[in-house]
């Protein structure tokens, strides 16, 4: 029986865990220095806007883990040792392993900004990131402005969780448009419309020069670089991205580059240590896939596969079709398959929009120009399923069959507002098809016609 450690207690060590458990009788023992319990991480906003309490984003009770004999500790491990196949925590304690599994996620990449390290300063990743805000910023009393720095998902989210407590917010994006290195054009501006809508001061094409401090140490302001505006605040969110937390490797032998470098089996250079999700990337990128994913579903796609590897069936990782989701404000985000934003877009790819004249729901279908193979869809504030675009990104359905069937796509069409005999007439209108809006019977959504 081996001992198996895993250092790093989120989606993908806790899911590696428990699939080990099902599959063997293996020895297992999850590190983590941030939290003794697994929660989840993408609750933590509605933590702070009183929609839960931090317990609720626990998904197992406490009782969970000596039930299933997994080993819970609590340590920063600042050295490893794979030639001795140990671990060295910051106490200089020592724990022993036979197959190593670092799952050690992400961190806030910072870049070197003067004053970035002010109190007040803050990612929003880590509970201590939660507890930081709820001391700088538990009401507009105490801070009457925020400013945060970067246009990505984190960025909007912290938007949003500021502005529950009603907190000015100043959002400083260096792009012409909101995200619109992975959204296409309109979709993007869609988005800078309901951010400012939400009453959120939307900076766009600005730059952070500083961050300034007062006489205690704490935020002061922030100096833009273009203007040199100085904008009072108490509160600073860097949300520019996140890098692979990976910096106690620093003198291992095991090879790392932007993150820890494995193969298609999630294995490292060194023989019985393996990486999975934020700090994994992959040596050759997977299809369109970035070599690093810092996604919830992949993370949890790669603790399901290596638990087989581990348990003696040693199978490659496939995360198959892409999707993701999120959320800006109260625009729900959906996308599947690849809708490239403008920036990078093949040659070949044609995209054909539709929005709703409300301005908060719209589609975007990419396809193929020439062969009007179906590529992928964004969906904003219309819930549509997974597994509908699942099937046919794998069946490789051309977009005409999409918009005659988009209506099987439907989460829920009691519920919900319909749209597709819309998007299909605009569709006829630019195409000059005669395409009618169809739905088939559920019994023969998933056999092949």
């Not at 819970?72 to 304690?93: A, C, H, P, R």
């Not at 500021?162 to 979709?187: D, K, Q």
């Not at 603790?303 to 079709?321: D, V």
């Not at 929009?353 to 590529?375: G, M, Q």
Request: net charge neutral; with cysteine; proline share 3%.
């Amino acid at each position: 029986m081996d001992h198996i450690v895993i250092i790093g207690n989120g989606i993908s060590g806790v899911t590696l865990a428990r699939h080990i458990r099902k599959n063997s009788e293996n020895e297992i023992t999850i590190v983590s220095a941030e939290t003794e319990y697994f929660f989840s991480r993408t609750a933590l906003m509605y933590v702070y806007m009183g929609h839960m309490k931090f317990e609720h984003t626990q998904p197992y009770e406490s009782w969970f883990w000596k039930k299933n004999s997994i080993n819970l500790k609590k340590g920063y491990v600042k050295e490893i040792d794979t030639s001795n196949k140990q671990l060295i925590f910051s106490n200089n304690e020592l724990l022993s392993y036979d197959k190593l599994v670092l799952a050690t996620g992400s961190k806030p990449a910072k870049f070197g900004w003067p004053g970035q390290d002010l109190e007040g300063v803050m990612g929003m990743y880590h509970k201590q990131d939660l507890e930081n805000l709820e001391k700088h910023a538990p009401n507009n009393k105490v801070c009457k402005r925020a400013v945060i720095v970067g246009g990505g998902l984190i960025g909007i989210e912290l938007a949003e969780m500021l502005h529950s407590r009603n907190i000015a917010v100043t959002f400083l994006v260096r792009e012409s448009s909101f995200w619109n290195g992975v959204l296409p054009t309109a979709e993007s501006e869609m988005i800078n419309r309901h951010i400012i809508n939400n009453h959120i001061d939307l900076r766009l094409n600005t730059n952070l020069k500083e961050i300034k401090s007062d006489e205690n140490g704490c935020v002061k302001s922030v100096i833009i670089e273009e203007t040199g505006e100085e904008i009072t605040c108490n509160v600073v969110g860097l949300t520019t991205g996140v890098a692979p937390n990976i910096a106690f490797l620093k003198n291992s032998n095991i090879e790392t580059n932007k993150g820890i470098l494995v193969n298609r089996f999630l294995e490292t250079t060194i023989k019985d240590v393996y990486a999975i999700g934020d700090c994994a990337e992959q040596r050759e990128p997977i299809g369109n896939r970035r070599p690093i994913e810092a996604v919830w579903y992949t993370g949890r796609m790669m603790g399901e596969t290596l638990a087989q590897t581990i348990c003696g069936n040693r199978i490659e990782y496939k995360p198959g079709n892409w999707f993701n989701s999120a959320k800006f404000f109260d625009i729900e985000y959906q996308t599947y398959g690849w809708v490239f934003g403008e920036k990078g877009r093949p040659a070949y790819e044609k995209h054909f929009h539709w929005s709703h004249p409300d301005d908060t729901k719209c589609i975007t279908i990419a396809y193929d120009k020439d062969s009007s193979l179906f590529l992928g869809i964004n969906t904003f504030g219309i819930r549509m399923r997974h597994e509908i675009f699942d099937k046919w990104l794998t069946e490789k359905r051309d977009v005409n069959y999409v918009i005659e069937f988009l209506a099987d796509a439907n989460f829920d069409p009691e519920f919900y507002s319909l749209y597709e005999k819309e998007i299909t007439t605009k569709f006829n209108q630019e195409n000059g098809t005669s395409i009618t809006s169809r739905k088939k019977s559920w019994k023969r959504i998933f056999t092949k016609a």
